[in-house]
C-alpha cells in the first residue's frame, strides 16, 4: 500500500483540561454512538501543511466504549467480511513494551459501513498523510490506556483506534496510516462512507469515518 508523506511545518502542540467534555467534529460518528458523554482527557494541535490535526484521548464513563465497540466484532463476523494482516508484523525494536502490549501488526478483520453523511475523501487522504509526520514529532508508536479512545481528526474525517483490553497497548503510526489507507475503498463504495477494523483477538477496534 502507498504510504503517504508530507512536509514538516508543525506550528503549535497545546493539552487541554483534564476531563473536558466531548469536542464537535473530532471523532468518529461509531465512537459518538457508543458513548454520547465521553469526556476528553487530553488533547493537542499539531499544524502539518498548514492544516491543523487534532489528537485527542477520551474516556467513558462506565465503560460503554468497551461494551458497545465488542458489537462490532459480531456485526463483522456475521458478514464474513475478509480477514487480512494490516502489513507485516513490526520488529521488536519499534515497540517501547513487551510483545503482549506491542499490537504493531496484529492480524484485522475490516469491513465498510454506511453513515447518513460520510467524510470528506479529500479529508481522510490529507489526514492519512498527516500520520507519517505526527510519528516523526512523537515518534514510531503511541500508548493507549484501556478504556479509551485515541482519536485524530481533520474537519470532517476522524481516525479512531480504542483499546478493548485490559492492559495498556502500544499502536504503530505506520500501521494505522496503512490501514486507514486501505480502507480508503469505502468512501468511494455508496453506499459505504465508513470502515471498522477488529482486531482477531479483539484487543482493540479501529475506525475511519465521519468526525462529529
Same mark, same amino acid.
Given at each position: ?19 473536558? +467534555?466531548?469536542?464537535?467534529?473530532? *471523532?468518529?460518528? &461509531? *465512537? ?6 465521553? =469526556? ?15 489528537? =485527542? ?36 525494536? &519499534? ?21 447518513? *453523511?460520510?467524510? +470528506? ?11 507519517? *509526520? ?18 485524530? %481528526? ?11 483490553? &485490559? ?20 468512501? %468511494? +463504495? ?9 482486531? &482477531? ?12
Amino acid at each position: 500500500m502507498k504510504l503517504f508523506t508530507s512536509q514538516l511545518l508543525i506550528l503549535a502542540s497545546s493539552l487541554s483540561a483534564f476531563a473536558l +467534555s466531548i469536542r464537535s467534529g473530532l *471523532v468518529p460518528q &461509531e *465512537v459518538a454512538n457508543a458513548c454520547p458523554s465521553a =469526556q476528553v482527557l487530553s488533547s493537542s494541535t499539531i499544524s502539518v501543511d498548514g492544516q491543523d490535526v487534532v489528537r =485527542q484521548v477520551l474516556s467513558c464513563p462506565g465503560g460503554n466504549f468497551t461494551s458497545s465497540l465488542r458489537a462490532v466484532d459480531r456485526t463483522l463476523s456475521s458478514r464474513g467480511l475478509t480477514e487480512y494482516s494490516a502489513i507485516e508484523a513490526r520488529s521488536a525494536a &519499534e515497540c517501547t513494551t513487551p510483545a503482549t502490549e506491542c499490537q504493531c501488526g496484529q492480524p484485522v478483520i475490516c469491513g465498510c459501513f454506511g453513515e447518513t *453523511v460520510g467524510p +470528506s475523501a479529500a479529508d481522510c487522504t490529507a489526514l492519512i498523510g498527516s500520520l507519517p *509526520v505526527i510519528a516523526s514529532i512523537t515518534g514510531p508508536t503511541f500508548i493507549i490506556q484501556p478504556g479509551t479512545v485515541h482519536t485524530t %481528526s481533520l474537519r470532517t474525517c476522524a481516525i479512531s483506534f480504542t483499546n478493548l483490553g &485490559e492492559t495498556p497497548e502500544e499502536f504503530c503510526w505506520d500501521d494505522l496510516a496503512n490501514q486507514a489507507n486501505g480502507e480508503m475503498s469505502c468512501m %468511494s +463504495s455508496p453506499p459505504f462512507s465508513s470502515a471498522v477494523c477488529m482486531a &482477531e483477538t479483539q484487543r482493540f477496534v479501529f475506525h475511519l469515518g465521519e468526525a462529529v
